[in-house]
């Protein structure tokens, strides 16, 4: 089965910084690669995602980039603000019909004011 | 619209008791899943239901067993809780042919003693 890991598990930025978070996938019939943000004692919700007919996808301050060749995809948060403190979880989906998500372990953000 | 609701949203539980955590959505989505979130392991899926009728199971199933009641409810049941079934649990729903995106529930804490 699909295999997503997650780096790193804690970051923490000054506010106004850029933050990268990086995952790697396993399963090469993976199409489908969704972000979720899980603020403290909150539902995950999805935030970007890309298809892997797709480089980049930008959405005001967050960028995914994806790479199928490495088999890994990014998530960038551009001049961070204290309400982007959140933990994030990157996931893959195989293709073909029906198909689980899979995710990783996930990265808490702490932007520092 | 309420999404997806889940209920209880807290139950602590003597080990070998038994309980359901009851998932219903009303945004007539085919496919219904459960996740346990666990610190550092992420979401990982217990079961899922690919549409109404259907069950499979995910990553960590055993202990638990579920039942897709009709298209709009899907329950997870613990026939005999033990301490490692101590997590919060999301149901979630998504129309497999649509974005692809996981609808979460506001979840339900879960201690076993």
């Known amino acids: 089965g699909e295999n997503v890991e997650q780096h790193p598990s804690t970051l923490s930025v000054q506010e106004g910084d850029s933050a990268v978070i990086k995952c790697t996938y396993s399963?090469?019939?993976?199409?489908?690669f969704p972000w979720y943000k899980q603020e403290l004692g909150k539902r995950p919700q999805l935030i970007i995602d890309?298809?892997?007919?797709?480089g980049e996808k930008k959405d005001q301050r967050i960028a995914v980039t994806l790479n199928k060749t490495a088999k890994h995809f990014s998530l960038h948060i551009t001049e961070t603000q204290p309400e982007d403190s959140a933990v994030y979880f990157c996931?893959?989906?195989?293709?073909?019909?029906?198909?689980?998500?899979?995710f990783g372990t996930g990265t808490k953000l702490q932007v520092i004011p | 619209n309420a999404g997806v609701t889940q209920t209880p949203k807290f139950q602590v539980l003597k080990t070998g008791q038994s309980m359901t955590l009851q998932c219903a959505q009303d945004?007539?989505?085919?496919?219904m899943y459960w996740y346990r979130q666990d610190p550092g392991m992420g979401l990982r899926l217990i079961y899922y239901s690919a549409s109404e009728g259907t069950t499979d199971k995910g990553e960590v199933p055993n202990g638990y067993n579920v039942s897709r009641l009709n298209k709009r409810e899907f329950s997870l049941r613990l026939e005999s809780a033990a301490p490692s079934q101590t997590s919060v649990y999301f149901c979630a729903s998504s129309e497999v042919r649509g974005t692809g995106e996981l609808f979460f529930g506001e979840g339900s804490r879960l201690t076993v003693l």
């Open positions: 945004m007539n989505h085919n496919s």
């Open positions: 399963d090469s019939a993976s199409n489908y």
């Open positions: 996931a893959a989906r195989g293709s073909g019909g029906y198909q689980k998500v899979t």
């Open positions: 890309i298809r892997s007919n797709v």
